[in-house]
């Protein structure tokens, strides 16, 4: 039986993907789990896996297209399969919808002083506002002038979720507000990225909807330094453990202990992860990427250093896998390679904490009441007030310290 090859979600935030190219042809047999096509989400290119298997009919989408979450790719059958019954656009809009358009087309959209405004008799968008039939049924259903909605589709297009996240007051975000028209001699114009417009989105929602608290600590790394240099001196080079490495993991064994922090806020309610997957956020052109390693807690501190080298490579080649974004619970964000003493990060949404790191340095410290030459560390938490508080977050930063400071522990 004939079926659909959609477009996966492949991030918590994703909302479409652009189809990069197939490496299968209509007519090919292809397997279940087959790597068919290149798409790009948001953060990276990734390689997309068939959901069926069969001969492959039709393609829906062609290269450069940007389909939404859920949208037809391709159609999979039987070789000779009739599918005139499935054959729909690729763009995720059934026929249904699409008539819907056109009805809209001839309604009246609300205006922002109470006055209807006629809608376009002809042209793409009605009324000159662009925004799917999904999004003006539910405009019309709940009274939302579409003109005051901010649009996150492609092209400022609104969407669905944008609707739905409208609140009456809120400020309507135009190139004018959001970006000063000063282009003066010299200056030079450079079109946001996806992944960009993405970090943007997710950092503003974070920052305004989630009561961020940090808290700091110190921490001695010298036995850490010291371990890290007899451990790799056993180790091959592909598992050559990193000081990052060892701050991951002495993140997972404290949130052993502080499971709130290992958690989401969800309204009435904290879900708290039963495992400890801990991200690591990654510099890559144009941005910034969080690759996850799973089940932190109780991986290896090799395995760990392993997997990270694997992911960072592909996510800097820009080939990266789902499985590497996904599942995070918790992220660490260290810049200590560039020299940075101290800084806070800003939580990544839907998690409840993040951990800044910055360098270890060598640094003049009393020890026992004379002053001698240390290598220190600062470290701050990030966390999201509506799931924990201050005290809390004190403690998993004394459980990390203590870890760090006795550095067997990552070996146990």
């Known amino acids: 039986m004939a079926e659909f090859i959609v477009m996966p ?3 918590f935030d994703m909302r479409e993907g652009v189809l990069v190219g197939w490496n299968r042809g209509v007519g090919d047999q292809i397997e279940k789990g087959e790597v068919i ?12 896996e068939a959901q069926a298997g069969g001969t492959l009919l039709k393609l829906l989408a062609g290269e450069g297209d940007v389909v939404p979450i859920g949208g037809n ?3 999979v059958g039987d070789e000779g399969e009739d599918i005139s019954s499935l054959d729909i656009a690729s763009n995720g809009e059934s026929a249904a919808e699409e008539q819907l358009e056109e009805e809209v087309a001839e309604t009246v959209m609300p205006a922002a002083a109470g006055q209807p405004v006629a809608a376009a008799e002809s042209g793409e968008f009605p009324a000159g506002i662009k925004a799917t039939p999904v999004a003006r049924r539910i405009a019309l259903e709940k009274g939302i002038d579409l003109r005051q909605v901010n649009g996150s589709g492609p092209g400022g297009r609104i969407r669905k979720a944008d609707v739905e996240n409208y609140r009456p007051g809120a400020p309507i975000l135009t190139p004018a507000t959001t970006t000063p028209a000063r282009v003066g001699a010299g200056s030079e114009e450079v079109p946001s990225s996806r ?3 993405a970090i943007g989105r997710r950092m503003v929602e974070s920052k305004t909807t989630v009561p ?8 001695n790394m010298a036995p850490a330094l010291a371990l890290r240099k007899e451990v790799n001196r056993l180790l091959p080079d592909e598992q050559k453990v990193t000081v990052n490495d060892m701050i991951v993991k002495a993140a997972a064994l404290a949130l052993r202990s502080y499971p709130n922090l290992n958690a989401n806020f969800a309204g009435d309610k904290i879900i708290r992860h039963g495992r400890i997957n801990v991200g690591s956020a990654v510099a890559v052109e144009g941005g910034l990427l969080t690759v996850v390693q799973k089940d932190t807690d109780i ?3 090799a395995q760990i250093a392993a997997d990270h080298k694997e992911m960072i490579t592909r996510a800097r080649e820009g080939r990266n896998r789902p499985a590497d974004f996904e599942g995070g619970t918790f992220t660490v964000s260290n810049l200590g390679a560039f020299e940075v003493d101290h800084f806070i990060a800003i939580i990544n949404p839907p998690e409840a904490a993040i951990l800044a790191v910055g360098t270890a340095s060598q640094q003049p410290v009393v020890v026992d009441g004379e002053l001698t030459i240390g290598v220190r560390m600062k470290a701050t938490v990030s966390a999201d007030h509506r799931v924990t508080d201050g005290a809390e977050a004190a403690q998993f930063m004394q459980k990390l310290k203590s870890i760090v400071e006795e550095p067997l522990q990552l070996l146990l």
């Open 37 to 48: 096509a290149e798409i790009e989400s948001d953060k990276a290119t990734l390689e997309l």
């Open 73 to 75: 790719l391709a159609i």
């Open 9 to 11: 979600k492949l991030g």
């Open 212 to 219: 961020h608290f940090y808290v700091t600590t110190d921490i």
């Open 195 to 197: 992944l960009r417009q």
């Open 299 to 301: 991986s290896p501190l």
